[in-house]
């Protein structure tokens, strides 16, 4: 057979299998004429799902590939093109690669990971920030960072690196960047319905989640709860009005926590108050829905625990933790077991030469680390930038949430992990 002609065998066998499947699904020309025309739509509708589910795998296929081909290992050199002010505090960064080389794309609620070398610092700081746009822009990558406040009567200072973002850092300046990474992702191909529930800057993911559905153009049932204390913090205000006014598949309920006397109901936000379970039932037609959250450790830990209890499964339920991670999944963990504080298991740092045992009092091995004098360099806090990997010498381990990204095998991340067993670390 000539090279020229298997081209045309795979086209010819081509046909063969669209016409099958044509016959198939009853749209021959002899079989439309016998069936009711019932039937007739019935199998067309078979034949356009399937076209449909056809085109879904092709350009998931296709964006994976871009995601492969065009990812890079370590760190890239990134441009500040832009520093946009969004609210009280916050402000977004569009960036650009120094290089000028193409930049890969990332599944909405995905994050970048920044090297931050501040003068005066013995180390560079690792952070995580979620992207803030969708992935339509092929040269541009969008982050909004609001500045950390210190807890209320203490002497801490502000977050040290959106501080530093949100006062020094300007348009020019270059900065460290990895590739986009995370497992708290939409798939914009899919047709389920899709809940966000977000607060304060949690809110970030769901913006690069809504502009993607809002960019498809293909209705897709789509409802964004957002809680913030009042409309000094609401970012994205203009934004979202704008999608609430020209989208209608997607619904925006805004919840301000404490209003002041210049917030104005029916125009900055639709009820005074947290995002409650009860809000969502009495506002849901049901809860067959893909939900996403993302806000405060502690309005995680009560969403998520109400979304269960509402019937929600488990696999619907999608959370993106920043901070000290405490939001926990069911049934998981490096052993297979449902993760668990406490249990009093001993813990070896060999390097440290130091033995203890796990108190109930800690929440992760870093804090365990921490609260002995041990220092473990740490970024994200929350097993997304894998700063804090230590290898594990013995014994086996258990996360409080799933990796964003799974360390080497031998290694955990100490800031989601406790221990499930007598454990010796290398550090």
Known sequence: MSVLAAPLLLEAAGYVLVAAALIQAGLGTWT?????????????????HFARRADLILRRAEVQRDRTVLSWNGWRKFVVARKIPECEGTHSFDLVPHDGRPIAPFLPGQYLTFQIRRPGDDRPLVRCYS????????DVYRVTIKTVPPPPGSDVPPGRSSSWFNQVVEPGDILDVRAPSGQFGLDPHQETGVVMIAGGIGVTPMISMVNTLSATGTPRSTWLFYGVHNRSQHAFAEHLAELRRTVPWITIVTFYS????SCVAGR????????????????????????????????????????????????RIHFEAFGPATVRRQGGGETGAP???????????????????????????????????IAIDSGCRAGNCGT????????????????????????????????????????
């Open 32 to 48: 439309l004429w016998q069936r009711s025309v019932a039937e007739q739509r019935a199998a067309a509708a078979a034949a356009e």
């Open 131 to 138: 992207l803030s746009d969708g992935p339509y822009r092929p």
């Open 258 to 261: 404490r209003p002041t006397p």
């Open 268 to 315: 900055d936000y639709d009820h005074v108050g947290l995002i409650t379970l009860d809000r969502l039932k009495a506002t849901l037609p049901s809860n067959t829905f893909e939900f996403f959250v993302c806000g405060p450790p502690p309005m995680m830990e009560a969403m998520t625990r109400d979304l269960r209890a509402w019937g929600v499964p488990e696999e």
């Open 339 to 373: 993760a668990a504080v406490g249990g009093g298991h001993e813990v070896v740092f060999s390097r440290s030469g130091k033995t203890v045992h796990w108190p109930d009092r800690c929440t992760s091995l870093l804090e365990l680390a921490e609260s002995n004098g």
């Open 388 to 427: 804090c990997a230590v290898a594990i010498k013995e014994g086996t381990i258990d996360y409080l949430t799933a990796p964003g990204e799974p360390p080497a095998t031998g290694t955990c991340l100490t800031c989601i992990a406790t221990p499930a067993s007598r454990l010796v670390l290398d550090t």
